[in-house]
């Protein structure tokens, strides 16, 4: 089992434009300088935020496998560094494809980043990138040698994982066929949050594990009750009868089919600064949860530390017939958000009027029934009661969602699949690409976890009593 304890995350554009800058058709090095912010402290996890392009024309020497370039532009980036809190790396080129670091690489890091980390007193890095857009990075800490980051990761519409180790050569390691055993290794260096733990929730954190993921991140607060066993996985009568919570009694069970998993129970709303510090540290984003609220932070929190996330909803809408009620659909939703695409926000799953309603109805529940009364809210969209076997078609097409965008089978691009929705009493399923929804690019990317955290005031530290 490896597990990758250090990454390098970028946010799909700023790689698009990192990729035209370095290659730009010459067959010639080229260089650039990124600042990133660092989250995490069992993984930590460095986001590219933002980056500072060397002019190709500003290069005092540019062939296919050399590269000189002024000392100014990593003074620039020094200046950055103090004023953003970031950690620099140094970046450039290989046109010919060499996934590895050369010998002129090596001469030149070692008076480079040692000054860097000198300059900014946080660890610096360097960086290869080739023609496919594979990285690979390593990383000085004031201490020789140099130590390999664990994986650089970037989604778009297809999730890239490109990882470090001795099992990586000259030449980019070819993507595991999915539903194989590669694919099972390479999960094994990934770690997922998995916020809700419930109906949806139980049953894709159940397949994370059994697929292989090394570590899970288990995010809710609630309890097991008697009302529960017919939806949550692996929970019995005795969870009910303790009240145990949701994430332990998971957690238990995961030991129990896959051990190597490493698994982390947070027992706390995703709305808590415990919580979010949990969840930063996964690779990818899984929202299973009812309320406008928990998807709210999930938008912010995949934005803000450059997170993949998969949202799944599920309803079952009725209508009156006479005097009957009748079922009219049976309905599972998926949304894929990639860092920089479409929100949760953006594509009405929930919106400014559902949060409020949600506030009201929790601080104020007197003064929220008289504004569904006169017509200002339209109310919440209560979760209908839920099955079993309408969660597991939903949960399922999730992690599908996931593993077809880490390890692609799709005929078509992922692009087209950035919705997806069934409807089981018509027998039909339908797709949205990305181009559907229209980005208002509100949420900032790669900005880490500056206070107050995600920009809300209530995830700020709380003031210790006089």
């Known amino acids: 089992m490896s597990y990758a304890l250090t990454s390098v995350v970028l946010p799909g554009p700023l790689h698009q434009s990192l990729l035209a800058h370095l290659f730009p058709g010459d067959g010639l090095e080229a260089a650039a300088l990124l600042l990133c912010r660092r989250v995490g402290n069992h993984r930590q996890r460095y986001l590219v935020h933002d980056t500072i392009l060397v002019p190709h024309s500003a290069c005092t020497r540019r062939e296919p496998d050399a ?19 970031y950690s620099i790396v140094a970046l450039h080129s290989h046109p010919g494809g060499f996934f590895n670091f050369s010998s002129q690489d090596d001469a030149s890091h070692t008076l480079l980043l040692p000054a860097l980390f000198q300059a900014t007193d946080k660890p610096s890095l360097s960086a290869i990138m080739v023609p496919s857009g594979a990285m690979r990075v390593r990383i000085f800490n004031g201490r020789d040698p140099y130590q390999p980051v664990d994986q650089v990761i970037c989604a778009r519409d ?47 954190a159940e397949q994370l594990a059994r697929l292989g993921f090394g570590e899970i991140i288990l995010i809710d607060f609630d309890r097991i009750e008697a009302r529960n066993l017919d939806r949550i996985l692996n929970s019995t009568t005795a969870d009910a009868a303790d009240g145990k ?39 990818v984003l899984f929202s299973c949860v009812d309320t406008a609220e928990g998807r709210h932070i999930a938008d ?134 990305e181009g559907s929804f229209r980005s208002n690019e509100a949420l900032p990317l790669c900005t880490g976890l500056h206070e107050p955290l995600l920009g809300l005031p209530a995830l700020a530290p709380r003031r210790k009593a006089a």
């Open 67 to 85: 590269l000189s370039w002024p000392g100014e532009y990593a003074e620039q980036a020094i200046d950055r560094a103090d004023e953003g809190d």
């Open 158 to 204: 297809d999730i890239h994982v490109w990882p470090a180790g001795a099992d990586v050569g000259p030449s980019v390691p070819a993507v595991p066929i999915a539903f194989t055993q590669g694919m099972r290794h390479s999960l094994s260096r990934l770690c997922a949050c998995v916020i809700g733990a419930s109906g949806t929730g139980s049953i894709v």
């Open 245 to 283: 919570l949701k994430v332990e009694m998971l957690k238990d069970a995961i030991r129990r089919y896959s051990p190597k998993c490493r698994v982390h129970a947070v027992p706390e709303s995703i709305a808590t600064r415990d919580a979010i510090l949990a969840a930063c540290e996964a690779d």
């Open 300 to 433: 912010r929190l995949a934005a803000a530390c450059c997170m993949p996330l998969f949202n799944v909803g599920v309803s079952i809408p009725t209508r009156q017939e006479g005097t009957e009620r009748r079922i009219a659909e049976v309905c599972g939703r998926i949304d894929f958000v990639q860092p920089g695409g479409a929100t949760l926000l953006d594509r009405d799953v929930y919106s400014p009027a559902t949060l409020e309603a949600e506030y009201l109805a929790r601080v104020a529940p007197e003064a929220h029934q008289r504004r569904v009364a006169e017509g200002y809210l339209k109310g919440i969209a209560e979760q209908a009661p839920a099955v079993i076997s309408l969660n597991m078609r939903a949960a399922s097409a999730t992690v599908m969602e996931f593993i077809a965008r880490a390890f692609p089978f799709r005929h078509n691009s992922n692009r087209d699949f950035a919705r997806t929705i069934f409807m089981l009493a018509d027998g039909e399923e339908e797709h949205f690409g």
